[in-house]
C-alpha cells in the first residue's frame, strides 16, 4: 500500500477562496464550496460553536442540499453547544448514523431531507479555539460513497489551517471595523466633522458628518481632490496650517483656522493636528494632518427627550435648551419659537434652578458640553418643529 502523503494537496484556486473570502459578504461560501469539489463531498461546512453561558452554534455550508431556510431554524434551536470533544488540528472520521439522535435538530435535517441520502461519512477537524467559540471545518458523503482516503483527511486538515489564519485575519478585521463605525458614529453625535489628509495631498472623509460638510456650504471643499476652503483668504491660511502640520515631526502639533461659511451663516472652527499614519502605499509610518471642524449648527438635530431626560426640562424648554446651545440669541429664539420675550424669561429661570446654574453664559456652556448629542438616534431632525 503506498504510504499516504504527509501534506494534502490543496489548490491554488481553494487558498485562493479562503482568503478571499475575507473581502466577500457571502462569507466563506466559495471556500466552502471548492473544498467540497475537492474532496468529492456532497457538503461542507464551517461550524461556530458559542460556548458560555448562552451556548449557540451558527453554521456556514456549502453544497447541492444547503437549505438557507433549515440552516436558520437549526441556528435558531440548535442550543446544545459542540457534543464532540475535539482538540485543535485533529481530524477526525464519523459515521453520520452513529452520531444521530432523536433531538429537535436531527428533526430539522430530516424535514428539510438534507440527511436522508446525503450524509453517510463526515470528516471534520478542529481549526480554532478561542475562549467564545469553536470552529470546526467539516466534510461529508453520502453512505454509497467510498470512505475518506487519508491523503484527503491530510488535505482537510491544511484547508483547516488555512481557515485558522484566515478566521484570524477576520477577527482583526471586524474588531477593527466595529471600532472604527463606533468612533465615526460618536464624531457623527457630535456633529463633528473628521477628514484625514495625507502627505501627498490624499483625502479622505472619515465620517458621514464630513460628507455633508463638503456636499453643502460648509465652508471647506474638493477640488481636484484637494481639501480646500471656498474662500481664498481662508485658504491660503488653511493650507499653510496642514503644511506647517504635515512638515511637523511632532506628534499631536495642531493649528486652529476660522473658515467662512455661505452668507448669513457663522464661520467654523477648524482645527488641524498631527497624527502618524502608516502608508497604504509603502506601510511605513509617516505623518498626516487630521482636520476636524465642527457647526454650531448642527447641534439643533439632538433629540428634545434626551434634555427632558437629563435635565427634567419640559419639551418647551428643551426646545428652548437646543436652540440656545445651537448658538442662536434669545431674541432670535423667541422669533424662531414664536414665543414672548417674558415667556422665554421664565422658561430661562426655571431651566436655571433645574440645571443648578445662575446666568444664561453658564446654561448654554452646560447644554453644549452635555452627553445629550451621544444618544441622538435619528437621522435628521428639527428640534423647532
Excluded at 430539522?108 to 478542529?126: F, S, V
Excluded at 463606533?182 to 501627498?200: K, N, P, Y
Excluded at 511637523?248 to 461659511?261: D, F, L, M, N, Y
Excluded at 488641524?272 to 471642524?293: D, G, H, Q, Y
Amino acid at each position: 500500500m503506498a504510504k499516504a502523503p504527509e501534506r494534502g494537496d490543496l489548490s491554488d484556486a481553494l487558498v485562493g477562496a479562503i482568503y478571499e473570502s475575507l473581502l466577500r459578504d457571502d462569507t466563506w461560501s466559495g471556500a466552502l464550496e471548492l473544498l467540497r469539489r475537492n474532496l468529492s463531498s456532497s457538503m461542507s461546512c464551517l461550524r461556530v460553536i458559542q460556548k458560555g453561558s448562552n451556548p449557540r452554534e451558527y453554521l456556514f455550508a456549502a453544497g447541492p442540499k444547503v437549505n438557507q431556510e433549515a440552516i436558520a431554524e437549526w441556528e435558531r434551536d440548535n442550543i446544545r453547544g459542540s457534543n464532540v470533544d475535539m482538540k485543535l488540528g485533529e481530524v477526525m472520521v464519523f459515521n453520520w448514523a452513529d452520531t444521530r439522535s432523536a433531538d429537535a435538530t436531527t428533526g430539522i435535517l430530516d424535514r428539510y431531507d438534507i440527511i436522508r441520502a446525503e450524509i453517510g461519512t463526515q470528516a471534520a477537524t478542529c481549526v480554532m479555539v478561542t475562549e467564545d467559540a469553536e470552529y470546526v471545518l467539516a466534510c461529508m458523503r453520502d453512505g454509497e460513497a467510498s470512505p475518506y482516503r487519508p491523503d484527503e483527511l491530510a488535505l482537510l486538515r491544511d484547508a483547516g489551517s488555512h481557515f485558522n489564519r484566515a478566521l484570524r485575519i477576520r477577527y482583526e478585521i471586524e474588531s477593527a471595523r466595529v471600532v472604527k463605525e463606533f468612533q465615526a458614529q460618536a464624531l457623527d453625535r457630535l456633529a463633528i466633522s473628521a477628514i484625514l489628509v495625507e502627505q501627498g495631498g490624499r483625502t479622505t472623509l472619515l465620517n458621514r458628518t464630513a460628507e455633508e460638510l463638503l456636499s453643502g456650504q460648509g465652508g471647506l471643499q474638493l477640488t481636484g481632490g484637494k481639501l480646500c476652503a471656498a474662500d481664498r483668504l481662508d485658504d491660503r491660511t488653511f493650507q499653510e496650517a496642514v503644511k506647517a502640520v504635515l512638515a511637523s515631526t511632532r506628534e499631536g502639533i495642531s493649528r486652529a483656522v476660522s473658515i467662512k461659511r455661505g452668507e448669513g451663516e457663522r464661520d467654523i472652527g477648524v482645527v488641524v493636528t498631527a497624527r502618524k499614519f502608516r502608508s497604504l502605499v509603502t506601510s511605513r509610518p509617516e505623518n498626516c494632518a487630521i482636520v476636524f471642524a465642527r457647526t454650531a449648527e448642527a447641534l439643533s438635530d439632538a433629540d428634545i427627550s434626551l434634555f427632558q431626560e437629563l435635565f427634567s426640562f419640559t419639551k418647551a424648554e428643551a426646545r428652548l435648551a437646543i436652540a440656545l446651545a445651537s448658538g442662536m440669541r434669545l431674541e432670535d429664539v423667541e422669533r424662531e419659537l414664536k414665543i414672548r420675550h417674558n415667556t422665554a424669561r421664565a422658561h430661562l429661570r426655571s431651566m436655571f434652578s433645574k440645571a443648578e446654574v445662575g446666568r444664561q453664559s453658564e446654561l448654554v456652556h452646560l447644554l453644549m458640553n452635555s452627553v445629550v448629542p451621544l444618544g441622538r438616534f435619528r437621522e435628521s431632525a428639527d428640534p423647532l418643529d
